[in-house]
């Protein structure tokens, strides 16, 4: 107990305040766990959180394999301050090694952003004291810095000018957090791009990636504005057909899995196919198989194998099957014209 | 319908050419000299009959709106005027000595021009400062570091430069510009 109650500094501090305070501090173990549950709770509709999907090993792998890796597409980024080339003389093998760093380094910046349900409200009241009211003309926000503290985990509590004592809501948290523990290149107040008005306007500019990057430094990926601001992206993606754009980012990984969570990859497919990236689509079609287990695709699928998977989709669960069916088979036209030339 | 709406329909519809016959709309002439002579013979090899503006006499400014300004950069007058370059390439500032001093507090005072060397945004009353002027405000950020150029390099004045950092900030706010953003790395364990 003692322990803890230095642990815990808070911004501003009363005298007479310390009393109340101090209860904080018992309930701070069961605070922290009510918050970790609000974090991974299932959903109401389909009892299912995408996250878990999401975060497990198989879909991970088929999500960073269908993303690709082009490094010059990668480490393309605007510097802030100008610096001077250096140039080096290297061996064969000095460059492997340079190269090898150099696609370890893009290969850290593919790091998919969760993709998550959006977080539940809190409305957690410790303590009513009626006594206090009109205390002061302004809330007071307590908040645990002590080093080592995660923003997740982080205490933070308000004490409201009618005397209540409550929990601070994900608002409150967000400006808090970002006072203490800030996050480069975030900012107190979102940019206006993210209001609706100007976030049509910005994706009909193509600018995907900026809206995505930006979203991901703005907002928590629970946050139910980087839930909207990304849907919508992709949404727009998938409308104007333009999943090229995301490919070889971080971005691409949570496309896929949105699409396919919400039964829209026909056009991804299609694309894919287009492209010539039959082994991608492959992947797409498990990772249908695996988000929705019990759908008609997945039912149909023993033993088949390769290009059977995609046509088994298309039979069954495609909304776009007419366009899916006349890719798949120009695909396999041009495929017998290339074995007929070879041979 | 907004007052803007309504002088392009009356524009399209009379098939006038902006920014080429009309006399208050021509912002070459105010441009300083070099330009405004080369514009002329340009004009007059066209066979162009038109009267040219004083330049000595100050007139008031004409004020534009952001939408004629967008047009303007996208005209003919424009390209004529700058070509592809900037609109601070050609622009030399008058300083005794070999060091410059840093550029004026404001090239326009109670609505006039009250230098004989305006700053190359005050020179042409056509180039509006604003959030959705982005080709404008392209011309004053450094493609290499994204930051916005001083003006020392490009002889902006005070006034002006001010407005500049205040506008590209807003439009980077609204998204009409491209930022550089920094890499966020999420430790999964936090959402678990």
């Keep these: 107990m003692a322990a803890s109650s230095r642990r815990l500094s808070y911004c501003l501090l009363k005298s007479n305040y310390t009393a109340l305070l101090r209860q ?20 109401g509709k389909d009892d299912k959180d995408p996250f878990v999907v999401f975060r497990s090993q198989e879909v991970q792998r088929i999500l960073k394999k269908i993303t690709g890796l082009n490094v010059e597409k990668v480490s393309h980024m605007v510097s802030s301050t100008l610096k001077k080339p250096t140039y080096k003389l290297l061996t064969e093998e000095e460059t492997q090694e340079a190269e090898e760093s150099a696609r370890k380094a893009a290969e850290w910046k593919l790091q998919m952003p969760p993709f998550m349900l959006p977080r539940k409200p809190i409305h957690d009241i410790l303590s009513k004291d009626p006594d206090l009211e009109g ?13 080592g503290v995660s923003n997740k985990e982080r205490l933070i509590v308000v004490r ?37 008005e100007n976030l049509e306007r910005v994706l009909n500019d193509d600018k995907y990636i900026y809206m995505l990057d930006r979203a991901c430094v703005q907002f928590e990926p629970d946050n139910p504005d980087f839930i909207r601001v990304t849907h919508k992206t992709f949404e727009h993606i998938n409308k104007n057909r333009k999943f090229d754009v995301l490919r070889s980012t ?28 039959m082994d991608d689509c492959i992947d797409v079609v498990n990772l249908y198989v695996i988000l929705h287990p019990t759908s008609k695709t997945a039912n149909n699928m023993q033993d088949k194998q390769d290009i059977e998977r995609v046509k088994t989709y298309c039979q069954n669960d495609a909304e776009n099957k007419a366009e899916l069916e006349l890719s798949i088979q120009a695909f396999e036209d041009s495929l017998r014209g290339k074995s007929k030339q070879t041979a | 319908m907004s007052v803007n709406q309504l002088k392009s329909l009356v524009l399209s519809l009379c098939k006038i050419p902006l920014f080429s016959s009309q006399m208050r709309l021509q912002p070459s002439y105010r441009v300083s000299r070099h330009f405004t002579q080369s514009v002329r013979r340009l004009q007059d090899a066209e066979g162009e009959t038109e009267v040219p503006a004083e330049v000595n006499e100050k007139q008031k400014r004409f004020e534009v709106d952001y939408e ?13 005027c700058y070509g592809d370059d900037p609109v601070w390439k050609l622009y030399r500032r008058n300083f005794k000595g070999q060091l410059a001093p840093k550029t004026r507090k404001t090239c326009i005072r109670a609505n006039k021009i009250s230098t004989g060397n305006p700053c190359p945004v ?14 404008l405000l392209n011309q004053f950020i450094s493609p290499h570091t994204g930051q916005v150029l001083d ?17 590209i ?6 998204g009409y510009l491209e930022d550089s953003v920094p890499f966020r790395q999420y430790n999964y364990k936090d959402y678990y």
């Design chain 1, 24 to 43: 904080v501090t018992f309930q701070k173990s069961r605070c922290v766990r009510s918050l970790s549950s609000a974090i991974t709770t299932e959903t």
């Design chain 2, 68 to 80: 004629t300004s967008i047009q303007y950069l996208d005209s003919k007058a424009y390209k004529q």
């Design chain 1, 160 to 196: 409201d000018t009618d005397g209540t004592l409550r929990k601070a809501d994900w608002d409150e948290r967000d400006r808090v957090n970002q006072v203490y523990n800030p996050t480069t290149g975030q900012v107190y107040i979102a940019p206006k791009m993210f209001d609706d």
């Design chain 2, 151 to 167: 003006s020392m390099d490009t002889g902006v004045c005070q006034k002006q430069q001010k407005k500049l950092i205040l506008e």
């Design chain 2, 169 to 174: 900030f807003r439009a980077r706010d609204y």
């Design chain 2, 122 to 135: 005050c020179r042409d009353d056509h180039l509006l400062v604003d959030y959705r002027n982005v080709k």
């Design chain 1, 250 to 277: 971080r971005h691409f990984g949570p496309m896929t899995f949105y699409l396919t969570w919400n039964n829209k990859i026909d056009l991804l497919l299609v694309d894919m196919i287009h492209r010539g990236l």
């Design chain 1, 135 to 147: 205390f002061d003309s302004s809330k007071y926000v307590f908040t645990d810095i002590s080093f």
